[in-house]
């Protein structure tokens, strides 16, 4: 079993350091902790009254891995999912927020067990989750991340300034289809072919 922090770790390394990119409704982001989550818990590091992008600026890998623990693990129950989910989840809470519950519930829609999607780990999707990890246990976890994966790739659809999350500027897997294969066993990776087929609309 992975340790929590561990798993923190392992975020902070996937998110990078210090970005404010006006494309990314995000905006300024340290180690995947937004301005917007920032301002939420009055983080206001430099004291000056306002939470801005100099306090982003002055997160230190240790407070973003607090933030992660509390806020996007233990606030959200990520902790009482099944193992199996919990690591996936929890990365992508970070990255995407209650999305990353929205997504586990359509999930299991899908392989019916009937949710509310609401985006709120409650005793209805807890035990959904257990039950469905109990009937698929080798396969609860790359259903899930294929489902983030094909998350990512609809919100590229939609938003062609999001593209650049989705697809290098050479015209290969970007850092959200990375991120999402991470979690999917190597079988289920889309080949280059497959991923330029899946972008081809794109142009």
């Given at each position: 079993?992975?340790?929590?922090?561990?798993?923190?770790?392992?975020?902070?390394?996937r998110?990078?350091?210090?970005?404010?990119?006006?494309?990314?409704?995000?905006?300024?982001?340290?180690?995947g902790?937004?301005i917007?989550?920032m301002?939420?818990?009055?983080l206001?590091?430099?004291?000056?009254?306002?939470v801005?992008?100099a306090?982003?600026?002055?997160l230190?890998?240790?407070?973003?891995?607090?933030?992660?623990?509390?806020?996007?693990?233990?606030?959200?129950?990520?902790?009482?999912?099944?193992?199996?989910?919990?690591?996936?989840?929890?990365?992508?809470?970070?990255?995407?927020?209650g999305?990353a519950?929205?997504?586990?519930?359509?999930?299991?829609?899908?392989?019916?067990?009937?949710?509310?999607?609401?985006?709120?780990?409650?005793?209805?999707?807890?035990a959904?989750?257990?039950?469905?990890?109990?009937?698929?246990?080798?396969?609860?976890?790359?259903?899930?991340?294929i489902?983030?994966?094909?998350?990512?790739?609809?919100?590229?659809?939609?938003?062609?300034?999001?593209?650049?999350?989705?697809?290098?500027?050479?015209?290969?897997k970007?850092?959200?289809?990375?991120?999402?294969?991470?979690?999917?066993?190597?079988?289920?990776?889309?080949?280059?072919e497959?991923?330029?087929e899946?972008?081809?609309?794109?142009?």
């Amino acid at each position: 079993m992975q340790k929590v922090r561990d798993i923190a770790e392992k975020i902070i390394l996937r998110e990078g350091g210090y970005v404010n990119d006006p494309d990314d409704p995000g905006g300024a982001t340290k180690y995947g902790v937004t301005i917007h989550t920032m301002r939420r818990l009055g983080l206001d590091l430099d004291g000056n009254g306002v939470v801005d992008a100099a306090d982003v600026r002055r997160l230190t890998r240790d407070q973003a891995i607090e933030i992660f623990l509390k806020q996007y693990y233990d606030r959200p129950r990520i902790g009482e999912l099944p193992e199996a989910l919990r690591a996936s989840v929890f990365d992508m809470y970070v990255n995407a927020g209650g999305n990353a519950v929205k997504i586990l519930q359509r999930l299991l829609n899908q392989m019916e067990h009937p949710v509310t999607v609401d985006g709120v780990l409650g005793p209805q999707t807890l035990a959904a989750a257990h039950r469905a990890a109990n009937a698929a246990p080798n396969h609860i976890a790359d259903a899930y991340g294929i489902a983030r994966r094909n998350y990512y790739f609809a919100l590229a659809d939609r938003r062609a300034a999001s593209r650049k999350y989705a697809r290098t500027r050479a015209g290969g897997k970007g850092g959200w289809i990375k991120r999402a294969e991470e979690f999917i066993s190597p079988r289920y990776h889309l080949s280059a072919e497959e991923f330029q087929e899946r972008i081809s609309a794109w142009g």
